[in-house]
């Protein structure tokens, strides 16, 4: 099993930015692909960022695209997104996800484990 629990988020103006941080228990997440997803109100949860195992090779959302940043530190078990040029259109939940798989995927189903989510709140 592993917990993720995910930290970072709040409330900022646009044009802002933030890093969220999604530390890793249990085991390791070191093999995991890892992923962060978002959920406005009202809307379904949908893909933002995902990383490869090694960090070789990430994945964005077309609306995040050179605005966020995904990264890891497997020595800390730790995935952090790093997101500049906030918009308000950002405001959602944020949820780290891992799948133990070399593949990173963009729906939410392909995910084995979840965290708790963190609020992102931007202000126009």
């Known amino acids: 099993q592993v917990q993720l629990v995910e930290s970072g988020g709040g409330l900022v103006q646009a044009g802002g930015s933030l890093r969220l941080s999604c530390v890793a228990s249990?085991?390791?997440?070191?093999?995991?692909?890892m992923t962060w997803f978002r959920q406005a109100p009202g809307e379904e949860r949908e893909f933002v960022a995902g990383?490869?195992?090694?960090?070789?090779?990430?994945h964005y959302a077309d609306s995040v695209k050179g605005r966020f940043t995904i990264s890891r530190d497997n020595a800390k078990n730790t995935v952090y997104l790093q997101m500049d040029s906030l918009k308000s259109e950002d405001t959602a939940v944020y949820y780290c996800?891992?799948?133990?798989?070399?593949?990173?995927?963009?729906?939410?189903?392909?995910?084995?484990?979840w965290g708790q989510g963190t609020q992102v709140t931007v202000s126009s």
């Open positions: 996800a891992a799948r133990d798989n070399i593949v990173v995927r963009t729906t939410t189903f392909e995910y084995d484990y």
């Open positions: 990383i490869s195992w090694s960090g070789a090779t990430t």
């Open positions: 249990g085991r390791t997440i070191r093999t995991y692909v």
